[in-house]
């Protein structure tokens, strides 16, 4: 399984932000996790949301939404795992 930290990002509190990647080969099944790495207790700090481009028949891009709940900003990794 190839796995790594495509990006890092920052979100100010209770922030939404985009981000999108692009380039990734049409035929792997790519999936996508929100890391936060700013500690927090007791409630979650972010959340996410995966959208799909077909930008060609060979590649794909992936928008990446994410989301602060927190009254705090707060540090994250966009990490991805190819499954095949």
């Known amino acids: ?16 932000a985009r981000w999108f990647t692009f380039g990734w080969p049409a035929g792997w099944h790519v999936a996508w996790h929100m890391m936060p ?14 959208e799909v481009e077909r930008a060609d ?3 794909i891009t ?5 989301q602060n709940f927190t009254n705090s900003t707060v540090n994250f990794e966009g990490r991805y795992a190819v499954l095949n």
Not at 37 to 50: L, N, Q, R, S, Y
């Open 57 to 59: 028949p060979n590649n």
């Open 37 to 50: 790495t700013t500690p927090a207790i007791g409630a979650p700090e972010i959340g996410w949301d995966v």
């Open 62 to 66: 992936y928008w990446l939404t994410v």
């Open 1 to 16: 399984m190839n796995v790594g930290v495509q990006f890092t990002g920052t979100l100010g509190p209770q922030q939404k």
